[in-house]
């Protein structure tokens, strides 16, 4: 078997802040936009009796207070989900109602070691007071992490990080590792799970995410993976990712895109289960070698995101 990690980053969307969105607007938007947040997800997900993992950045809540992000940990894990943590640092340095204006860094990277310990550290406790178990798992916010992150992570007792997506290599995505690293891989005191690849074109890598792949190409990509009994898939999508970027209207491509996944997974459940990184007993070190190119998969997409682009994006 192939264990599939479905992994949802749960977070604020910096641009409904720096658009001066009123503080219930810039929740909803983020985490409940247009009816496709993570409430529909979560109901996808049990309908098909899937496991994901719900990457979670507390720290805005420093800013706006508890009590929302309690609500949003609380939904994630009555539905039997699994939450992790994520962090965009750029919210440490934020102030409600200036529109963007004060910020931190943006990359998680741009700190250093000690710096980036005591982010993560002072993440995790507003993670475990927003009531979630204690995280074994991190990804970074654009996934900017580097191998400073790792040791910071493996210092603090975790034993995942999911950051590395060859997609966004070596920029923002700066860990010491191939471009091409799909498999799971021991890697700076921890385990590393690669954002899975696949190969659009010839020279030229997109990483397993909603956005990115036509259902096409994540069925080609999961086929690739079970047949060549690849160590782990690991999937991404976002808490508002299956509506436009104003968070206004469902991204019918992308909900279509999120159900057939779903379907699919389902399906195919006893060669690719979906899993929790608190119960992963992975294979390491496997060289997994990304799906190949197919010019007319890619070009479907190219129409598919086309539509997407010009049709399901504009605002209501």
């Not at 690991?234 to 469902?250: C, D, K, Y």
């Not at 070698?289 to 598919?304: H, I, K, Q």
């Amino acid at each position: 078997m192939t264990p599939v990690f479905l992994t949802i980053d749960t977070e604020l969307a910096w641009r409904h802040h720096a658009a001066g969105l009123a503080t219930p607007t810039l929740f909803e938007r983020s985490i409940e936009p247009a009816g496709v947040g993570i409430a529909y997800q979560l109901a996808v997900l049990a309908r098909h009796r899937l496991k994901a993992c719900f990457f979670v950045d507390p720290l805005p809540a420093a800013l706006f207070g508890m009590e929302p992000m309690r609500r949003v940990v609380g939904a994630i894990l009555a539905a039997g989900q699994e939450v992790q943590l994520h962090l965009h640092p750029n919210w440490t340095g934020a102030t409600v109602g200036d529109g963007g204006a004060a910020h931190a860094k943006f990359e998680l990277i741009d700190f250093s070691e000690t710096e980036q310990r005591d982010l993560i550290d002072r993440a995790r406790d507003l993670l475990i007071a927003a009531g979630a178990p204690m995280p074994v798992a991190f990804r970074a916010g654009s996934y900017g992490a580097n191998d400073a992150t790792l040791r910071a992570l493996a210092a603090l007792g975790f034993a995942y990080d999911s950051s590395h997506n060859g997609a966004e290599h070596p920029w923002p995505s700066a860990i010491d590792l191939p471009a091409t690293q799909i498999a799971p891989v021991r890697h700076q005191g921890l385990i590393e799970v690669p954002v899975t690849l696949i190969h659009d074109r010839p020279g030229s890598a997109r990483n397993f995410q909603i956005c990115a792949l036509s259902g096409g190409e994540m069925a080609a990509a999961l086929d690739h993976a079970a047949m060549q009994r690849h160590a782990a898939v690991t999937i991404v999508s976002h808490s508002f990712e299956l509506a436009n970027r104003a968070g206004t209207r469902p991204n019918a491509v992308h909900v279509k895109r999120f159900d057939a996944l779903c379907v699919l997974l389902a399906a195919r459940r006893e060669l690719l289960p979906t899993v929790h990184f608190a119960e992963a007993d992975l294979a390491v070190d496997q060289h997994d070698v990304p799906l190949a190119p197919n010019l007319l998969r890619t070009g479907w997409r190219y129409a598919e995101q086309a539509w997407s682009n010009m049709i399901e994006e504009r605002a209501a």
